[in-house]
Nanobody, 119 residues
């Protein structure tokens, strides 16, 4: 099992920045990919970004390219999502998730952290 705990959310103004963190614990050696997802009120959860736990190129949703940057420090069992130039439409609960190499979907999820961006 892998446990994920997000932190770093908050309320900011349009154009501000936030850095979300995701602390992984448990069987972290089984993590193959770490991803970030978000869910706005009344909407379905959507993919934001992902990165290989041991390295590799990150992937981003078109809506966040150039503004959000995913990174990880596997030695510290930490994942990050740096969010710059935030917009009101970025308001959502942000979840980190982890996928094992053989799994077709993300296996483990954090509880989420709220990000609210005011205009």
């Amino acid at each position: 099992q892998v446990q994920l705990v997000e932190s770093g959310g908050g309320s900011v103004q349009s154009g501000d920045s936030l850095r979300l963190s995701c602390a992984a614990s448990g069987r972290t050696s089984s993590i193959y990919t770490m991803g970030w997802f978000r869910q706005a009120t009344g909407k379905e959860r959507e993919f934001v970004a992902s990165i290989g736990w041991s390295g590799g190129s990150p992937f981003y949703a078109d809506s966040v390219k150039g503004r959000l940057t995913i990174s990880r420090d596997s030695a510290k069992n930490m994942g990050y999502l740096q969010m710059n130039s935030l917009k009101p439409e970025d308001t959502a609960i942000y979840f980190c998730a982890a996928r094992r190499s053989w799994s077709p979907q993300y296996d483990y999820w954090g509880q989420g952290t709220q990000v609210t961006v005011s205009s």
